[in-house]
């Protein structure tokens, strides 16, 4: 097993473009997370998945962010109408369980200009 | 709401030598579990150490050991016989058992390991 997958590592956009990030969880793992890290910040809950379902939505999440993950496996995340506050690092993660350690994948690294 | 807050946004050390970093946090929650997380300069952000909440024993991993005070809540993390790889942004991270296993992380620590 490879670990998370993040794809693309990097992705500079025009403001009001839409973006589309894919994250691939280690298999087997039912839960899915991702956050948001600006720089020099910690990173922020955006949503989790468990298997196919989103429990939970930040309320930084604006309705410009929808994230899926359709048959349980791999999620995206999309950005509509980009804004240049829309710049940080976006971070999958994934566990097997609710109370197990979280594995991080390298993130992607989002420029809005 | 929980929150967590790291006091220290950078520090350094000397090779071989020992540091400590610092976590406070607030939480009405009596079930939780803490964490330090490490993220290297461009690459991912690891497990370092966790702890239950209800163990009272404090949490090692080799070179890696906590000071886990729940009534203070406070968590920090002893860095012994510090190596240059043990550069990185350091993350102090919470979790409820009640909320689904979503992480609460600090602001970070950088940490430099000088030679």
């Known amino acids: 097993d490879t670990g998370v997958s993040q794809d693309p590592r990097h992705k500079i956009t025009k403001r009001g473009q839409n973006v589309t990030f894919r994250c691939d969880p280690i298999?087997?793992?039912?839960?899915l997370y991702w956050y948001r890290q600006t720089l020099g910040q910690g990173p922020e809950f955006l949503t989790y998945f468990q298997n196919e379902a989103q429990l939970e939505k930040s309320r930084l999440l604006s309705d410009r962010f929808s994230a899926e993950r359709p048959k349980g496996s791999f999620s995206t995340l999309e950005i509509q109408r980009t804004e240049q506050g829309d710049s940080a690092m976006y971070l999958c993660?994934?566990?097997?369980?609710?109370?197990?350690?979280?594995?991080f994948g390298q993130g992607t690294r989002l420029t809005v200009v | 709401a929980q929150t967590v807050t790291q006091s220290q946004p950078e520090m350094s050390v000397q090779e071989a030598e020992t540091v400590t970093l610092s976590c406070t946090y607030d939480?009405?929650?009596?079930?939780?579990?803490l964490f330090w997380y490490k993220q290297p300069p461009s690459r991912q952000m690891i497990l370092v150490i966790r702890?239950?909440?209800?163990?009272?024993q404090n949490a090692t991993e080799n070179r890696f050991s906590v000071n886990f005070q729940k009534a203070a809540k406070s968590f920090s993390l002893k860095i012994s016989d510090s190596q240059l790889g043990d550069t990185a942004m350091y993350f102090c991270?919470?979790?409820?058992?009640?909320?689904?296993?979503?992480?609460?992380f600090g602001q970070g620590t950088e940490l430099s390991v000088k030679p």
């Open positions: 702890q239950e909440a209800y163990k009272q």
């Open positions: 298999s087997e793992h039912n839960r």
């Open positions: 993660a994934s566990s097997p369980t609710i109370l197990t350690e979280a594995f």
């Open positions: 939480t009405s929650e009596n079930n939780y579990y």
């Open positions: 991270a919470f979790m409820a058992y009640n909320q689904g296993g979503k992480l609460i």
